[in-house]
T-cell receptor, first 115, second 113 residues
Framework: NAGVMQNPRHLVRRRGQEARLRCSPM?????VYWYRQLPEEGLKFMVY????????ESGMPKERFSAEFPKEGPSILRIQQVVRGDSAAYFC?????????????FGNGTRLTVT | EDKVVQSPLSLVVHEGDTVTLNCSYE??????LLWYKQEKKAPTFLFML????IEKKSGRLSSILDKKELFSILNITATQTGDSAIYLC?????????????FGKGTKLSVKP
C-alpha cells in the first residue's frame, strides 16, 4: 500500500513566483489535511479538504494561499507571489474518516525554499 | 486559545536509559490525544489515547492519558540510538464542524551510544 505521496520533495522559488505542492492521499482516504512546519515549531494546521470541498481553512493565510482537492487527481496547495517567510516544510496528511477515531497519516513533506 | 505544550523541548540520554516525555493540553472540546515520532521525514503514528488510565504499549514504548489533569506521558525504556527523533503530541479538538489536530512543538530526543 502506497502511503501519502507528496511532490516535489524540495522546491526552490524566487520571491514573487508561484509554488504548487501536490499531495496524493493513501488509497481509500478521502480526507486531506495540509500542515506547515517551521524550524523549532510544531506542525501548524492550514486546511482540511474532502473531495471537491474545503471543509476548514481556518489556518490558511487570507492572501496568496489556496488549496483544492479535485474529484480526480491530487490535492494542490498553491502559494502565489511567494515571500521568504513562506520557506518551510509543508506536510500533507490523509485519513479514512475525520475525527478522533482516525489518526492522520503523513507524507514526507515538501521543503519550500524562497530565495 | 487552544494549546498543546510538550516538555522538555529537548533531551539527551545514553543508550539503555529510560525517558519520560510530557504533554499537557488545554482545548475546547477534547476528543483524543495522539503521539507521533518524526525523524527526517514524515511524522509516523505511535499511539492514540481517548480514555484515562488505560496504558497503550508497543514494544519499549508506552503511553497513558490523564483526562482529569489534562496530560499524557510517553515512556521509552531501554532507549536505543534509533529512538533519536522528535516526538510530537497532538490533540484532536472536536470543536466546530470538524475540528482539527493541534500539535505541540515536540520533544527532541537524542540517544547517545
Amino acid at each position: 500500500n502506497a502511503g501519502v505521496m507528496q511532490n516535489p520533495r524540495h522546491l526552490v522559488r524566487r520571491r514573487g513566483q508561484e509554488a504548487r505542492l501536490r499531495c496524493s492521499p493513501m488509497k481509500g482516504h478521502s480526507h486531506v489535511y495540509w500542515y506547515r512546519q517551521l524550524p523549532e515549531e510544531g506542525l501548524k494546521f492550514m486546511v482540511y479538504l474532502q473531495k471537491e470541498n474545503i471543509i476548514d481553512e481556518s489556518g490558511m493565510p487570507k492572501e496568496r494561499f489556496s488549496a483544492e482537492f479535485p474529484k480526480e487527481g491530487p490535492s494542490i496547495l498553491r502559494i502565489q507571489q511567494v515571500v521568504r517567510g513562506d520557506s518551510a516544510a509543508y506536510f500533507c496528511a490523509s485519513s479514512y474518516e475525520t475525527g478522533p477515531g482516525s489518526p492522520l497519516h503523513f507524507g514526507n513533506g515538501t521543503r519550500l525554499t524562497v530565495t | 486559545e487552544d494549546k498543546v505544550v510538550q516538555s522538555p523541548l529537548s533531551l539527551v540520554v545514553h543508550e539503555g536509559d529510560t525517558v519520560t516525555l510530557n504533554c499537557s493540553y488545554e482545548v475546547t472540546n477534547f476528543r483524543s490525544l495522539l503521539w507521533y515520532k518524526q525523524e527526517k521525514k514524515a511524522p509516523t503514528f505511535l499511539f492514540m489515547l481517548t480514555s484515562s488510565g488505560i496504558e497503550k504499549k508497543s514494544g519499549r514504548l508506552s503511553s497513558i492519558l490523564d483526562k482529569k489533569e489534562l496530560f499524557s506521558i510517553l515512556n521509552i525504556t531501554a532507549t536505543q540510538t534509533g529512538d533519536s527523533a522528535i516526538y510530537l503530541c497532538a490533540v484532536w479538538d472536536g470543536g466546530g464542524s470538524q475540528g482539527n489536530l493541534i500539535f505541540g512543538k515536540g520533544t527532541k530526543l537524542s540517544v547517545k551510544p
